[in-house]
């Protein structure tokens, strides 16, 4: 058989499928309440859409349109559109989507309210790739890879009140965007480069009522560039000291070497004050507070302030005295190019809960977190004019004293946690300075954390970490760096 003659002996059998109901029978009953179906009577007209064309029929023969759920019917003269009447045209459109993402968007003619159109002919989503419209329900739903622009026009048909039909346009503008995410190239940094280190970096340690966690990851704009991780941290805890200590620092993305002054900052500070709350002023730390809480006389805060001198003081002198030590005049550097912010604490568990100890320059934040119950936050990050600018370790706090007055001792009576975090972290979860003294924000943030914080197996939970640091947060792509100090049950 010629294909004209397969062609013609198919529009045939499709033509009956789509006229004839026939009630002879109980296998052909059967077949009525098939053909009946919606979604079959909708590919028969797709595939009579095809065949007209290429079939030498009377064309009054078989001039067809659809009603009631899209049953095709051979039209009546009193369904026939009125071509008289101009097509009904009806613009839609809808939010943007994005691609690789499963969507299922509602259609919908707001000005046309009452509107019951019969669809003939969805050509234009039936061959887009993974786009489906559901004429009974008015749904466009699928998944796509095509990005940009796009307009799907439906046919069809609406009765008028008169008794007409009207022929209908429905016009689907939609935009398939990118994912965001997908748009971030990651290169890596340039491991010859001067003050070279890890884009990424992570540890943890832990005695037997302490387990420390820490991760420092390059942000989304640093890797899109291919340049280094700028932010640093440190941790130590000994089963042989009472002590933890956290550390973490943020270079200023504007320095060029401000990774190593990041670096060489938590490294000493931590280094220095391990060294001298292992010794007899960290013994006398809590001795000096518990009687300058009792009676703030003049003798009790001098003794307080000289062994923030002898620790956290002198810790903090330590790291800037490092940022200075690795200027090279030759090679043209100055301090500021190591310019860094610096969060430093320390503590440990004391009669009648926990003693907490902490130096604050910069932004970020840092605080003591008990879970649904309260929050510390260990002083007030540094924010200057402009969005982005802060204040950074330098000389000038030790030559006018205003060193002391960034130094914090708390001592809470429980604690699930003691968070230090550069900004990175805290702009996605504190979108304002208000919120950082917000319980349920940090609850937020907790909820997010402890899965990873309190895994057993410690690899895992550091892993799970590392993977949670590259959480979306619109508009915020800068390094993130995070340590957690959690008290044990």
């Excluded at 439906?154 to 997908?182: C, E, H, M």
């Excluded at 702009?427 to 300075?433: K, L, R, S, V």
Aim: with cysteine; proline share 3%; hydrophobic share 35%.
């Amino acid at each position: 058989m010629s294909k004209v003659k397969l062609e013609q002996a198919l529009f045939e059998i499709l033509l009956q499928a789509s006229l004839t109901n026939t009630r002879q029978s109980f296998v052909q009953k059967r077949a009525n309440q098939y053909l009946d179906q919606t979604v079959v009577q909708h590919h028969i007209n797709a595939l009579l859409n095809e065949l007209t064309p290429l079939v030498k029929n009377d064309k009054s023969v078989v001039r067809l349109t659809t009603f009631e759920g899209g049953k095709l019917h051979k039209k009546k003269n009193n369904l026939s559109v009125n071509k008289q009447i101009p097509p009904l045209v009806i613009n839609v459109r809808l939010p943007n989507l994005k691609i690789n993402t499963l969507f299922s968007e509602s259609i919908s003619f707001e000005s046309e309210a009452n509107t019951k159109i019969s669809f003939f002919q969805t050509k234009s989503v039936d061959e887009f790739e993974g786009v489906e419209f559901d004429p009974d329900k008015l749904m466009l739903s699928g998944t796509t890879t095509q990005v940009g622009d796009h307009q799907f026009d439906l046919y069809g048909s609406t009765p008028l009140a008169n008794g007409q039909v009207q022929s209908v346009v429905v016009r689907i503008k939609v935009t398939f965007v990118p994912d965001p995410k997908s748009l971030w190239k990651n290169i890596p940094s340039d491991e010859t480069a001067r003050f070279h280190k890890p884009d990424t970096h992570h540890a943890y340690c832990e005695n037997s009522s302490m387990l420390l966690m820490g991760c420092s990851v390059r942000g989304r704009s640093h890797a899109h560039k291919g340049i280094h991780r700028d932010d640093d941290f440190k941790l130590y805890c000994d089963k042989s000291s009472e002590w933890i200590i956290s550390c973490v620092a943020d270079g200023a993305g504007s320095c060029k070497y401000s990774r190593q002054g990041a670096f060489v900052a938590v490294s000493n500070a931590t280094d220095s004050l391990k060294e001298s709350l292992n010794g007899h002023y960290g013994s006398a730390l809590e001795k000096t507070y518990n009687d300058f809480s009792n009676d703030s006389n003049e003798e009790n805060q001098k003794s307080l302030l000289e062994v923030y001198q002898h620790t956290i003081v002198k810790a903090v002198f330590s790291a800037a005295k490092a940022i200075n030590n690795c200027v090279d005049a030759s090679k043209g550097d100055s301090v500021k190019d190591f310019s860094t912010t610096l969060i430093l604490a320390a503590h440990k568990k004391v009669q009648g809960g926990y003693l907490v100890i902490s130096f604050w320059i910069g932004d970020g934040g840092i605080a003591i977190y008990d879970k649904n119950k309260t929050v510390v936050l260990m002083g007030e990050p540094d924010s200057g004019e402009f969005a982005g600018q802060t204040r950074f370790l330098d000389n000038r706090i030790f030559e006018d004293g205003s060193v002391y007055r960034r130094v914090r001792v708390e001592k809470v009576e429980s604690m699930s946690a003691l968070i230090l975090a550069t900004d990175g972290i805290t702009d996605a979860w504190f979108e304002t300075e208000k919120q950082l003294d917000s319980l349920p924000h940090w609850d937020r943030l907790w909820n997010e954390l402890e899965p990873h914080i309190t895994n057993k197996n410690r690899e895992d939970g550091l892993k799970g970490l590392t993977q949670w640091m590259d959480f979306w947060s619109k508009g915020n792509h800068d390094d993130r760096t995070i340590s957690v100090c959690l008290v044990k049950e």
